[in-house]
């Protein structure tokens, strides 16, 4: 999706998986960005994410203690793939294998969800990294599934246009608001260092990909 795409209330509200009311509630105090077209709310998608991460990495730190990777992640939801693969085959393995490992009931709801949210906007953040992220309402727990794609995925369209190789996949209830925001913080920060990143990168199996997830977030 073009990073300059106009997104309606409702796209907004899947996008940040909050209300419609919660989102035009905002736009009228002025909290997001946004503009008027007629009568009618309209928001740049750039603008959103742009808005999100900053809320993300503006939060105070002693409003986010460390979630426990080991809590949500598990040894048998990491993949690594030597050969190149295409984003749809990313997403549906990550699907499929977070639903297995995790006894999710609700498979084709959360497929859906996932490539849903892709066609709203990328969640290739950049670095070589993406983060497809759902919140579903019959989800007892937070999930994570990892995957490093050795080879790269090339039609991932991230917003830098380079080619995703570290995937992190989580499906949270749509009540979790608040533990979700704290992991995709800190997720996100541990990732924007380059020497961990490259550590990610080099792993030679799921074994050791996963002990340097859990030691590093």
Known sequence: MDTHDIMTIKEV????????RTVLDWAQKGEIPCGKLGSSWRFK?????????DRLSSAPPTAYPRIKLEMILNPNSIQVVKESLTKENVLN??????????ELKNRE????????????MSTGIGLGIAVPHV????IEHISMGA???????????????QPVKLIFMIIANEAQHVDYLK??????KQLQCEEYRQELLEVADSDNFYMKLIRGI
Do not use: C, P
Not at 93 to 102: G, L, R, T, Y
Not at 110 to 120: N, Q
Not at 147 to 161: E, N, R, S, T, W
């Open 93 to 102: 393995s990550m699907v499929d294998n977070i639903s297995d490992v995790f």
């Open 109 to 120: 709801e959360f497929r859906t969800a996932i490539f849903h949210r892709e066609e709203l």
């Open 147 to 161: 995957m490093l794609v050795k080879q790269g995925v090339d039609d991932y369209d991230a917003l830098d246009g």
């Open 13 to 20: 509200s899947e996008y940040l998986r909050v209300s419609e």
């Open 45 to 53: 998608s750039d603008e959103i994410k742009k808005w999100l991460d």
């Open 183 to 188: 992991f995709l913080s800190a997720l996100s």
């Open 135 to 138: 919140r579903l309402k019959n």
